[in-house]
């Protein structure tokens, strides 16, 4: 069976100083951009994705500012305990 890359969506909330988020963009693109990464979500921390991740929406507020960031990850998660792969 081939199992094709997936798509994970995560969406966030920035707060504080308004004059601070377009730094916070900049330095998140930067570290974001072009480098395949272990990706871990905070429901499942023994495991963890391999992927591909950019900044899909940025909708910056009067109060927050609204950003979503789209990963392009391997078909399986990878345990951080043994090294398995799961579906």
């Given at each position: 069976?081939?199992?094709e890359?997936?798509d994970i969506?995560?969406?966030?909330?920035?707060?504080?100083?308004?004059?601070?988020?377009?730094?916070?963009?900049s330095?998140i693109l930067n570290?974001?951009q072009?480098?395949?990464?272990?990706i871990?979500?905070?429901?499942?921390?023994?495991y963890?994705?391999?992927?591909?991740?950019e900044i899909?929406?940025?909708n910056?507020g009067?109060?927050t500012?609204?950003?979503t960031?789209?990963a392009?990850?391997?078909?399986h998660k990878?345990?951080?305990?043994?090294g398995?792969?799961v579906?």
């Amino acid at each position: 069976v081939m199992y094709e890359m997936r798509d994970i969506t995560c969406e966030f909330t920035v707060m504080g100083n308004r004059d601070e988020w377009e730094q916070v963009y900049s330095d998140i693109l930067n570290y974001l951009q072009g480098l395949l990464m272990e990706i871990t979500l905070d429901h499942d921390p023994d495991y963890f994705w391999t992927g591909r991740a950019e900044i899909s929406k940025w909708n910056p507020g009067q109060v927050t500012a609204e950003m979503t960031i789209k990963a392009k990850v391997a078909p399986h998660k990878t345990s951080r305990i043994d090294g398995r792969k799961v579906l």
